[in-house]
C-alpha cells in the first residue's frame, strides 16, 4: 500500500507553520495524506494534489518529492496483519490562506507551530531549553545503558555531530537525523508508541496528552519524520534556490524578509550583513513605495526579482544563522 503525505508549509507572524488533519476526535493530527490509487491517479503527485484538495480545500502549488518511508510496523494496520505501507512525502509551500473542511469526511483541519513538533530546533532566543533539560541527560543515559564500548564510542559521536553537544557548530540542516537519534534513544513519544513491549493506555495517546508531551507533540505513523524531512530540505533550500519567496507577499521590507529566513533557519541572521547578501545576490528589487505598517519609521517595500533565477544557476539566501552550542 502506497501513502502519499504533504508537509504543507506557509508562515504568519514570523512563524512557520505546518498544515495539520484530525479526522477523528482524540486522534493524533496527521498531515494531509491518502492512499495512491493507481487506477484513478495519473502519477503520485496527482494523488497527492487530490487528496489535499479532498482533505483541506487547499489548491498547491509548489511541491517535491522528498523521501520514500518504509520502515516495518510503523503502521497500526500492519501491527495487526494488513499490508505494509510505504510513504511518500512530500514538501509543499503556500503563502498563508484560510484552510476549511473539504470532502466528504468529517476531517478538521489547523495550521501548527512546526517548533511545537521540533522544540530543540528553535534557536532563534537562544539554546532551546528542552535541550540540557531533557535531550543531553536522556541521550547520555542511552549512550551508557550498552554494555559494548565500541558501540558507546558510535552513540556519541552520533550524539556530538547532531546535537554539537561537544560544543561544534549546530548544523541547522540535521533536522531528520537528530529525530532519528531521539526515536532511537526512546525520547520521543512515537518510539514508546511503537514499541510492542512497552504498554501505553489508550488514555496516553489521546489528544489531551499532547500538549504534556516533553518532547514536542506526536503525529501518526511516520509523519513527525516526514515533517523533519520537510524541515531540513527546506532550510538547505532556501540557501541556493529562492523558494522563500513562495512564501512571501507579493511586497514585503527587507526586515520581513529577514525575519522569514530567521524563522525557517531556526536562527538569528547580522542585520547589515543579510542586507548586503540580498543585494548582492539580486534577489529583490524597490517598488518605490513605503510601508507604514512597521510600527516604526515607513520602510521601503520590495519585490523578488524573477530574472535572477536566469542569471546564475542557484540563487538564495546564503546568509549564517548565528548558532553554537557550548562545550559541556
Known amino acids: 500500500m502506497i501513502e502519499l503525505a504533504a508537509a504543507i508549509v506557509t508562515l504568519a507572524e514570523e512563524a512557520p507553520k505546518i498544515l495539520l488533519v484530525r479526522s477523528e476526535a482524540g486522534q493524533r493530527a496527521s498531515l494531509p495524506c491518502g492512499p495512491f490509487d493507481p487506477a484513478g491517479h495519473r502519477t503520485l503527485e496527482e494523488g497527492l494534489r487530490t487528496w489535499v484538495r479532498e482533505q483541506t480545500d487547499l489548491h498547491l502549488g509548489y511541491v ?16 495487526v496483519g494488513g499490508p505494509r505501507p510505504v ?14 473542511n473539504a470532502g466528504k469526511g468529517p476531517a478538521e483541519t489547523a495550521w501548527g507551530d512546526w517548533y511545537r513538533y521540533f522544540p530543540w530546533e528553535d534557536w532563534r532566543e537562544g539554546p532551546p531549553a528542552i535541550l540540557d ?26 550524539v556530538n555531530l547532531a546535537f554539537a553537544i561537544g560544543g561544534g ?28 513491549h512497552i504498554e501505553i493506555r489508550r488514555a496516553e495517546i489521546g489528544r489531551a496528552a499532547e500538549p504534556n508531551l516533553k518532547s514536542g507533540a506526536a503525529l501518526i505513523k511516520d509523519h513527525r519524520r516526514i515533517m523533519a524531512t520537510a524541515m531540513g ?85 546564503r546568509a549564517p544563522v548565528r548558532v553554537r552550542r557550548q562545550a559541556r
Do not use: C
Open 233 to 317: 530540505r527546506l532550510r538547505a533550500k532556501i540557501k541556493y534556490r529562492p523558494v522563500i519567496f513562495e512564501l512571501m507577499a507579493p511586497t514585503f521590507t527587507l526586515l520581513q524578509l529577514q525575519r522569514a529566513v530567521e524563522a525557517l533557519s531556526g536562527g538569528r541572521l547580522h542585520k547589515q550583513n543579510f542586507r548586503r547578501l540580498v543585494a548582492h545576490e539580486g534577489l529583490v528589487e524597490p517598488t518605490g513605495q513605503m510601508s507604514g505598517a512597521t510600527g516604526g519609521r515607513p520602510a521601503e517595500l520590495f519585490r523578488f526579482r524573477r530574472e535572477v533565477v536566469h542569471e546564475r544557476p542557484a540563487p538564495g539566501v
Open 133 to 158: 533539560a531533557l535531550i543531553a541527560p536522556g541521550l547520555e543515559a542511552w549512550i551508557a545503558e550498552n554494555a559494548d564500548k565500541t558501540e558507546r564510542q558510535r552513540r556519541r559521536e552520533r
Open 87 to 100: 510513504s511518500v512525502g512530500y514538501l509543499a509551500l503556500v503563502r498563508q490562506t484560510a484552510v476549511k
Open 64 to 79: 517535491e518529492q522528498l523521501y520514500t518511508f518504509g520502515d516495518r510496523f510503523r503502521d497500526p494496520t500492519e501491527r
Open 169 to 196: 557548530a549546530w548544523d541547522n540542516e540535521k533536522v531528520l537525523d537528530r529525530y532519528e537519534l531521539l526515536y532511537e534513544a526512546g525520547l520521543v513519544f512515537e518510539a514508546a508508541f511503537d514499541r510492542e
